[in-house]
């Protein structure tokens, strides 16, 4: 089997390369040697490489900046995946794309379905929305990935800004009027892993029975705030910080161009019963990460 990768360096494309290294023959692949947005060289690519799964982490993931620059961001979150997604249905291969709990408004106050209407609040929400719908008017063999607040320790993200504002202020002050559900990059890789090995020596026959939208994140909903929280007391260096107080603080406090919906944590129930794989509690991936 061979795997098209597009997005190595990302934190999730990171993990998603070592997750799949044992499924098959895995081309890695990312910005600027292959642009999202140059829809030509996109199709040249993939007709080239003919990948039987081509699995797309990669996007436009600045929220803020995509208020800024909404033209590009729509290139790369809306216009692009719908062009992966017809460039493997030519080939007759799978594509596993990701989209975002910020498809929603934030306004259900409990873990979003899948069924759950989407309206979002933001240009990266409604550039990824299109995104999902254009790989899904296709109607190839395709799996979408909703996923929340992903993070990791290798790269950039909120985990490591805390790690790091941790060792700079001795008061820190976090949001506790958002709640999301966190999702470690590598659980997120190793979930997609496991989905395509379900399906042996015939992977595009599994992924076509179950080809559609699922959400996929670490259990449980979690504030800002908490979350902070968790990763600043598991800290195995804690004694190089010189934090002593964690204080909650409103979003309205630290004004961005981007808004934010209040709740958007996701119930993964669906993928956890198709696929038999039980997601691991948000809390418990922080620790792993620590190793
Ligand atoms: N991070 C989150 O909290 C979060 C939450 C919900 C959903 N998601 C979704 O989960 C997926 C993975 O997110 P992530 O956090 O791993 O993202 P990430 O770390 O920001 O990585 C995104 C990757 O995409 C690449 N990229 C950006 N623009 C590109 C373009 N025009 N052409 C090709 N590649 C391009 C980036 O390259 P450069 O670094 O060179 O720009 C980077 O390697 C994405 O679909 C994202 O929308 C993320």
Request: aromatic share 8%.
């Amino acid at each position: 089997m061979r795997i098209l990768l597009i997005g190595r360096n990302g934190q999730l494309g990171w993990e998603l390369h070592r997750a799949c290294m044992t499924l098959g023959e895995v081309i890695a692949v990312d910005y600027p040697e292959v642009d999202l947005a140059q829809v030509g060289a996109l199709r040249e690519l993939i007709a080239t490489v003919k990948p039987t799964i081509l699995l797309n982490p990669a996007a436009y993931t600045n929220v803020d900046k995509a208020e800024i620059e909404p033209e590009l961001a729509h290139k790369v979150n809306a216009v692009a995946p719908g062009v992966l997604a017809e460039e493997m249905k030519k080939l007759g291969g799978a594509l596993i794309h990701y989209s975002t709990d910020y498809v929603f408004d934030g306004d259900k106050g409990s873990s979003y379905l899948e069924t759950d209407q989407p309206n979002p609040i933001n240009q990266y929400g409604v550039g990824k929305l299109a995104g999902e719908q254009a790989v899904q008017a296709v109607g190839g063999i395709s799996l979408t990935f909703r996923t929340s607040w992903v993070y990791s320790l290798r790269v950039g993200g909120f985990v490591n800004k805390v790690l790091a504002w941790a060792r700079q202020q001795e008061v820190m002050r976090i949001v506790d009027d958002q709640t999301g559900s966190p999702t470690w990059a590598r659980m997120l890789a190793e979930a997609t892993a496991q989905v395509i090995a379900r399906g042996g020596g015939n992977p595009l026959d599994y992924l076509q029975q179950h080809s559609g939208l699922y959400h996929l994140a670490g259990a449980g909903a979690a504030s800002r705030y908490e979350w902070a929280r968790e990763v600043i007391e598991r800290d195995p260096k804690r004694d190089e910080q010189i934090a002593t107080q964690l204080l909650p603080a409103k979003t309205a406090e630290f004004p961005n161009p981007a808004s934010r919906p209040v709740f958007s944590a996701l119930d993964c129930s669906k993928f956890s019963e198709t696929f038999l794989l039980p997601l691991p509690d948000w809390k418990e991936s922080i620790q792993l990460m620590y190793g």
